[in-house]
């Protein structure tokens, strides 16, 4: 990545994340319930939530709500795709990579919807993650492979004018907030 597009991500990772964290302070509202609906039409799926971590929107209890397996991502490596370890609500955790609370043991799961966390998102479908590209690197590898449902979730105000990106970056299929759901064309 070349020296101009990282300081455009990194000034557009600082607006998200203030935006993301008043957001925070203000509460995420409706958003788990609008989760768990759209993914009520996904049941019996394999699907991969996240643990929240600091001002992320907290998307657990839609995770808990979901009747099918529910896994969590684990990451490898660095330049690695993540892989994703069987979560219920209740499992024996431990601290993985990053400080991401990840389940101590359990089955790994091959998901086919995925609740994408992210720091800024646009209207295209584009979102900002944290820079070390394990979402797109495992979203590219999971949609060779079979149809993935790649739903960002987040706080509306992380809505930014224009996500910089470069060829690896990967869209998403919808976004949900606490404003609604948002779905993007991939065709």
């Not at 009520?40 to 839609?62: F, N, S, V």
């Not at 790649?150 to 907030?177: C, K, N, S, W, Y």
């Amino acid at each position: 990545m070349d020296a101009d597009l990282t300081s455009v991500k990194a000034a557009a990772r600082k607006a998200a994340f203030a935006a993301r964290k008043a957001a925070f302070a203000a509460g995420q509202g409706q958003a788990a319930e609008l989760l768990a609906d759209v993914l009520a039409g996904y049941r019996g799926q394999a699907l991969a939530g996240y643990m929240p971590m600091r001002t992320e929107i907290d998307p657990l209890p839609a995770m808990a709500a979901h009747q099918g397996p529910v896994a969590v991502p684990v990451i490898m490596g660095k330049g690695m795709a993540l892989r994703f370890r069987e979560w219920t609500p209740g499992c024996a955790m431990q601290e993985g990579e990053f400080g991401a609370w990840v389940p101590a043991e359990g089955a790994w799961v091959e998901p086919q919807v995925l609740i994408v966390p992210l720091v800024g998102f646009d209207a295209r479908g584009y979102r900002l993650g944290y820079g070390g590209g394990f979402y797109d690197r495992t979203l590219e590898g999971l949609r060779a492979r079979h149809k993935v449902l790649a739903v960002g979730f987040a706080f509306a105000a992380q809505e930014l004018p224009e996500v910089p990106i470069e060829p690896t970056d990967q869209r998403l299929d919808m976004i949900i907030t606490e404003a609604g759901v948002r779905s993007f064309s991939l065709g």
